[in-house]
Every structure is written in C-alpha cells, then in structure tokens.
Nanobody, 122 residues
Framework: QVQLVESGGGLVQAGGSLRLSCAASGSIFSINSMGWYRQAPGKQREEVAVITTGGSTNYADSVKGRFTISRDNAKNTVYLQMNSLKPGDTAVYYC????????????????WGQGTQVTVSS
C-alpha cells in the first residue's frame, strides 16, 4: 500500500514562510512527477508546483518567485518552500505523486495525500 504523508502546514502572518514536506511510503518502484496542489474554500483545486524525476519544474503564475519546489528521489519526498506568503495563499495543500509504479512493469497511477492546511493572516 502506498501512502503520501504531508507535514509543515500551519498559521503564519503575511510575509512569512512555511515549508511543506510530503513523503511517499510503501512499495514504490518509481514516480514520474510529484507536485503540490491547493484548494481554497469555494474554489476548485489548482496546481501550485510540479517537479519531474529529472528536476524540471513548473509553477503557477501566482506563486512564481515566491515558492520553490524540490525533490529527493531517493527518499520519494517532495518539498515546497513558501516565502512571502499572502492571505490569498490560504488553502488546503495536497501532495500528488503522478505516474507511480509499485513494480517495474506495473501500471502507473496517481496518489494523493490527505492535505495540510495553510492559513496566512493579514
């Protein structure tokens, strides 16, 4: 069984920083990309940042220059460093593992974490 466990959320004042971590555990052969998504109340889930196995990254325009995604492939862990936080960043942040294979020739599938709350006060 594969699990994604997030940590690092919390309450911070505007302009502050937080670092999110997400570790994938279980029987894992490979993961294509890992990323962070967020969902604010009354809004659809949106992509925040994604990183591939090779280190290529993609960011939402709203977080470019403020957030940095990184990944430790050996530990199947992805991080999101969030700086200069704004009240508009308040949301539940979800970790995603895309194209995860549990064995070499296994079918790839996506997995999601349970979410961690990030609240930015003004």
């Amino acid at each position: 069984q594969v699990q994604l466990v997030e940590s690092g959320g919390g309450l911070v004042q505007a302009g502050g920083s937080l670092r999110l971590s997400c570790a994938a555990s279980g029987s894992i052969f490979s993961i294509n990309s890992m990323g962070w998504y967020r969902q604010a109340p009354g809004k659809q889930r949106e992509e925040v940042a994604v990183i591939t196995t090779g280190g290529s990254t993609n960011y939402a325009d709203s977080v470019k220059g403020r957030f940095t995604i990184s990944r430790d492939n050996a530990k199947n862990t992805v991080y999101l460093q969030m700086n200069s936080l704004k009240p508009g960043d308040t949301a539940v942040y979800y970790c995603n593992a895309e194209g995860l294979r549990r064995i070499r020739l296994g079918l790839p599938r996506d997995y999601w974490g349970q979410g961690t709350q990030v609240t930015v006060s003004s």
